[in-house]
């Protein structure tokens, strides 16, 4: 289970007026063929965290919406960042995400004086930065993090499911499964699609793009 730990150590070792904020950030929908990805950040105060807490991943829809509200009224600050599909298909997946990142923090309130943010690959941030691989099952502002970016981007597909229920997005939420690739058989590509992943890159020119995905099927990555 994630702790607090890791922000609490940070907090002892940042020098300068305070006060001093950290933000755990983490991002979610790297991984589909359709849809943004967004990114959020979260700053969290010992004493005043929702109870439950975890990896996204490990929690069930019913869970994670249970926790959104609880994060959005307890924590100091939540910052919401995404990056289109157009900007993904014009700068990759990668530095989109990175973009993301930097807008969720950005769009904190309460400026981040420090960042934990899962994975490896540490973003552009406009505050210094530290990566933790599996933070959002180690750090519980990652946690915290992946919750908000996982129920913001879910309630965002299924509302582009209403417009186009073709795909089962409101299920799939844009990842490449049986379902979705049943849809862009029977219905073709939509604006929604990512035209540089290979299945749709292949459906409008029928070749594979260079900077695709080469999996057609892409397990919801969180």
């Known amino acids: 289970m994630p702790h607090y730990i890791f922000e609490s150590r940070l907090l002892k070792t940042l020098d300068g007026p305070g006060p001093h904020y950290i933000c755990g950030v983490d991002e979610v929908g790297r991984g589909p063929l359709a849809g943004p990805v967004v990114a959020a950040a979260v700053i969290l105060k010992k004493g005043r965290i929702p109870k439950g807490l975890n990896d996204s991943k490990q929690l069930d829809e019913e869970a994670r919406e249970a926790l959104y509200p609880q994060i959005m009224e307890m924590a100091v600050a939540v910052g919401v960042g995404a990056a289109s599909v157009d900007e993904i298909d014009l700068v990759n997946i990668r530095q989109a995400t990175h973009l993301a990142m930097a807008r969720a ?5 309460v400026a981040a004086t420090f960042a934990l943010v899962d994975g490896n690959d540490p973003p552009p941030l406009p505050c210094r930065c530290e990566t933790l691989v599996g933070g959002d099952a180690r750090s519980l502002s990652i946690a915290a ?12 597909m299924v509302a582009l499911h209403e417009a186009h ?20 058989k029977a219905c073709g590509v939509t604006i929604h699609h990512r035209r540089s992943f290979s299945p749709i890159h292949h459906i409008l020119y029928g070749e594979e793009s260079g900077d695709s995905i080469n999996n057609a099927l892409i397990p919801q990555d969180s």
Do not use: C, E, F
């Open 165 to 184: 229920p073709g795909y089962n997005w409101r299920r799939n939420k844009g990842y490449g499964t049986a379902d979705h690739l049943a849809g862009l």
């Open 105 to 109: 923090v950005r769009s904190l309130p």
């Open 145 to 156: 993090a992946s919750i908000i970016a996982k129920v913001t981007r879910d309630r965002l």
